[in-house]
């Protein structure tokens, strides 16, 4: 049975999205886990949006194999949950696998069940989660950790991909890859992958050149020289050039290697794909020069990246 914990103030995707994974997944497995939601007290909880959902009692819990323990702004009080904080325990204790969104994980820290363990949440918590809790070892870039039993994630949609690892783990790669796809999601992300967009990293990624810098990415494979861009822009390459760098804070060839390092590592963490391949298909063309651009980035070859990421 799959029991998602939640609290006064949850972020109501943190529950929902782990929730419909599975509800999809049991359409298609032979033998479904059932679902509960679980709150301290029992009865209607409303959610940081004001939305409520209805949940049971923690002590209806019975045989849980799997709780998973949502994020949201009401974890500051959850925190200091005695009933919640026991419960976390008392579950880890029992071996059960456990899994927290997003800034759910402050609550299995506060637990102490993150102790010495490898663990994430969501990236703008970082900082003081870390002073907070110096003796987990926080992996602040990772879309999700699994140490053991107890599982991590980070902010909200990473809950979805936490799930759909868990439903491959339990039915297999195949009802997972189905449920992601009854979910219309893109593709699946490995827990291995950065939390960060390079699109988002620009300082104004929405501006006049967004449009631009979409479709640079999805068109790699084509050389995106400063030319190529200035033309695709309507404007001369000097003056596209200068206002590039003042719109977004870094020069045109900066920005598409960023997006090239960004589409290759989702591809070389997430696929079996051939590492040439996918140097050729994001544009590096040569295998050697996509390797450099990965040290440079994140301090290790593509092979490294692929290997940690079918490790997390």
Known sequence: ???????????????????????????????????????????????????E?????????????????AGGEGVRAAVRCRKTLAFVRAMAERDVRIASV??????????????????????????????????????SDKIFVRDGNVWTSAGITAGIDLALAMITEDFGEDIARETARQLV?????????????????????????????????????????????????????RHFARAFIAETGTTPSKAVERLRIEVARERVQSSAEAIERVALSTGFGDPERMRRAFIRAFGQPPQSLRRAARAG
Request: hydrophobic share 45%; net charge positive.
């Open 1 to 51: 049975m799959i029991g998602v914990l939640v609290f006064p103030g949850f972020q109501l995707l943190d529950a929902a999205g782990p929730i419909s994974a599975f509800e999809v997944a049991g359409r298609l497995a032979p033998k479904p886990s059932a679902i509960k939601l679980l709150a301290v007290k029992p009865g209607a909880v409303k959610s940081s949006s004001g939305v």
């Open 53 to 69: 959902m209805v949940a049971r009692g923690i002590r209806s819990s019975g045989a849980i194999s799997t709780l998973i323990v």
């Open 102 to 139: 997003c800034s759910g994980a402050y609550i299995f820290a506060e637990a102490g069940v993150l102790d010495g363990r490898r663990a994430t949440t969501h990236w703008q918590r970082t900082r003081d989660f870390l002073a907070r809790y110096p003796d987990v070892k926080l992996e």
């Open 185 to 237: 999601l893109y593709h699946r992300r490995s827990g291995g992958q950065s939390q960060f967009s390079s699109l988002l990293e620009l300082k104004t990624p929405a501006g006049r050149f967004g449009p631009l810098l979409s479709w640079a990415r999805e068109n790699l494979d084509q050389p995106l020289r400063v030319e190529d861009l200035a033309e695709r822009a309507s404007m001369s390459s």
